[in-house]
């Protein structure tokens, strides 16, 4: 099992969970409000003051045999092309249970 996690710009969210529903069995998602930059500060802020952009990110966790349609899935709808689009994580799980 993996745990897929995606930092994303938030007007991209509801077309990416349409295409994420629409994988056989997928297995759910937890999308919380974030903030955040990376290393294309210097190049897409002038306000030094406030450095933070508001991003989404989202969690799921999946049977490796679903983590790279899971993952193009992500990366075919996130993808703007354009400087802090975000980034994918991908890590192992070593147990869960549900509460």
């Known amino acids: 099992m993996k745990l897929i996690t995606a ?4 007007f991209i969210i509801d077309r990416l969970v349409v ?3 629409d994988i056989e ?21 002038t306000d030094i003051l406030n450095p933070f952009r508001q991003v989404k990110r989202i969690e799921i966790a999946a049977p490796d045999e679903m983590v790279e ?7 075919a709808h996130a993808h ?3 400087l802090g689009d975000g980034i994918i994580f991908v890590l192992p799980v070593e147990g869960s249970m549900l509460i």
């Open 7 to 10: 930092v994303i710009r938030p």
């Open 19 to 21: 295409a994420l529903e």
């Open 25 to 45: 069995k997928f297995p759910g998602i937890t999308i919380s409000d974030a903030e955040g930059f990376g290393r294309s500060l210097k190049h897409a802020r």
């Open 69 to 75: 349609q899971i993952v193009e899935a992500i990366l």
């Open 80 to 82: 703007t092309g354009k």
